[in-house]
């Protein structure tokens, strides 16, 4: 491809790009095609000769998009939303063109310094301690890995990274029975091991019970255990739980232990005022990790990572071979605050999106999405053939279709069906939790251009299927 047909073809994608947008609620939400099928259409070999881009897209629409499930839809209101939004999207083009690697300042003095003034915005629009300092991380399960290897370097006085365990065989670590996979993942990699993380049972609303919390931390110092991390979510992923932040935090204070706050998606509410709440007691935490690619219309990847203190940080990752040696000193070299070496031109996105929306305009939209969760919640409860399954605190509503007459297996064996059959509708798309052994569907609406009047048609579409069953 020459610089002539790179720009038609650029034109007519960005025509493309306008009309998927503009489409893609026509489109099934979830893709519905078959195992292997997408495989079985692509030659298992590539071209040994250049092939027309024509074909190229051709192929893209005709294979690609069917088998795509679509993130962006007003329908889609699984797990979590992971939003775009056209000024986002727009960056990400800008950055592919640049192409540039931000791992020390010099090598893209703008990218670094940008980034750190995003940082500065974030901590701004979301009421974060002004002394914390920040890096985008590219997700949020890599920041969480982060916070663990900074409290097991932390409390081994840097000797892990220097001498491998040895000596260290009785970290514990510390989250709820409701915390993200992530954090499973994250023990094993850091070495700490899955037999010492605790997973501490939680109350009636699914947040951690800090007496247990603080139960087991006692009786692991009195067998010769020592407590490095406790990890407290903002919103737990199966029904955005908040775990109580302040005595966490007192507690972490009392024993010396790093406190970890995971605000993956529900750490975007932190741009209310009115949501400030939930995060009464944050500022005492040592890190903190939320996903403005989740909720805040900045497309994957974007995990904003927060700490307090930032040597701890460049002391746990840094690494400086004669190839990355610079003279440039005052400044951030991003690649000493997290895992990667090379890093994508991220905060362009961030800038992007928070000129052209506004502070204000992105407060009204995740405002209407917890209303529209609160809408919801009425209409569950107002009907008796469903039940609300857990404490709405945002937008994501926890329900199952329940018209009494049958056991909780029988139940959870309709409510498969019925969510199954919404999705396979392609007109919504749901996900699923289990709270106490029951099936529970979950519906998160929050995608960027959706509107009121997709939440409505979504719940008549599940009545309606309900009806069918
Ligand atoms: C509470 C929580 N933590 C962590 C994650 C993982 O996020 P990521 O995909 O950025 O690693 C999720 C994903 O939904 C989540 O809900």
Same mark, same amino acid.
């Given at each position: ?347 362009? %996105?961030?800038? $992007? !999106?928070? /000129? ?6 992105? @407060? +009204? =939209? ?5 209303? *529209? ?62 709270? %106490?052994?029951? $099936? !529970?569907? /979950? ?6 251009? @959706? +509107? =009121? ?5 979504? *719940? ?10």
């Amino acid at each position: 491809m020459d610089n002539n047909s790179f720009r038609k073809w650029g034109h007519e994608l960005v025509d493309w790009m306008a009309d998927y947008f503009d489409q893609v609620e026509n489109l099934p939400v979830k893709s519905p095609v078959k195992p292997g099928s997408i495989f079985k259409q692509i030659p298992d070999t590539p071209p040994k000769q250049s092939e027309d881009f024509e074909n190229i897209i051709e192929d893209f629409k005709n294979i690609i998009i069917p088998g795509m499930t679509h993130w962006q839809s007003p329908g889609f209101m699984a797990y979590f939303t992971a939003n775009n939004s056209y000024p986002s999207v727009l960056a990400e083009m800008l950055t592919a063109t640049i192409g540039a690697q931000c791992m020390i300042w010099d090598t893209s003095p703008a990218a670094t310094e940008l980034e750190e003034m995003m940082m500065e915005w974030l901590k701004k629009i979301m009421h974060l301690p002004s002394e914390w300092h920040g890096v985008i991380q590219d997700t949020a399960s890599t920041a969480t890995l982060v916070a663990i290897l900074s409290a097991r370097e932390k409390y081994s006085d840097f000797n892990i990274n220097n001498n491998g365990f040895k000596t260290y065989d009785n970290f514990r670590i510390y989250c709820s029975s409701e915390t993200h996979s992530s954090i499973d993942k994250a023990v094993r990699i850091s070495g700490v091991g899955s037999t010492n993380l605790v997973k501490i049972p939680t109350d009636a609303h699914l947040a951690i019970l800090p007496d247990a919390l603080e139960a087991s931390i006692l009786e692991d110092i009195q067998n010769n255990q020592k407590p490095i991390c406790v990890i407290a979510t903002i919103g737990t992923t199966g029904t955005t739980a908040m775990d109580p932040l302040e005595p966490i935090a007192l507690l972490c204070k009392k024993y010396d232990i790093w406190l970890h706050v995971d605000g993956a998606y529900a750490g975007n509410v932190g741009i209310l005022p009115e949501c400030q709440d939930f995060f009464k007691g944050l500022h005492l935490a040592d890190s903190y990790v939320f996903n403005p690619h989740k909720w805040l219309f900045v497309n994957f990847d974007c995990s904003a990572y927060f700490v307090k203190d930032k040597m701890h940080l460049i002391k746990t990752f840094n690494a400086n071979p004669e190839y990355l040696k610079t003279n440039a000193e005052n400044v951030h070299h991003y690649k000493d605050w997290g895992i990667q070496l090379g890093r994508r031109f991220r905060a362009l %996105k961030l800038w $992007f !999106v928070m /000129r052209s929306f506004g502070v204000e305009k992105m @407060q +009204e =939209k995740i405002r209407e999405h917890i209303e *529209w969760g609160k809408w919801l919640e009425i209409q569950i409860t107002q009907n008796d053939q469903f039940e609300l399954m857990a404490k709405r605190s945002i937008n994501l509503v926890c329900f199952r279709y329940n018209p009494g007459k049958y056991s909780n297996l029988e139940l959870n064996i309709l409510n498969k069906k019925l969510m199954d059959t919404i999705n396979a509708s392609g007109q919504l798309y749901l996900s699923h939790t289990k709270i %106490k052994e029951a $099936f !529970v569907i /979950r519906m998160a609406p929050g995608q960027t251009y @959706q +509107e =009121k009047h997709h939440i409505e048609a979504a *719940w008549k579409l599940i009545i309606e299927i309900s009806n069918t069953l």
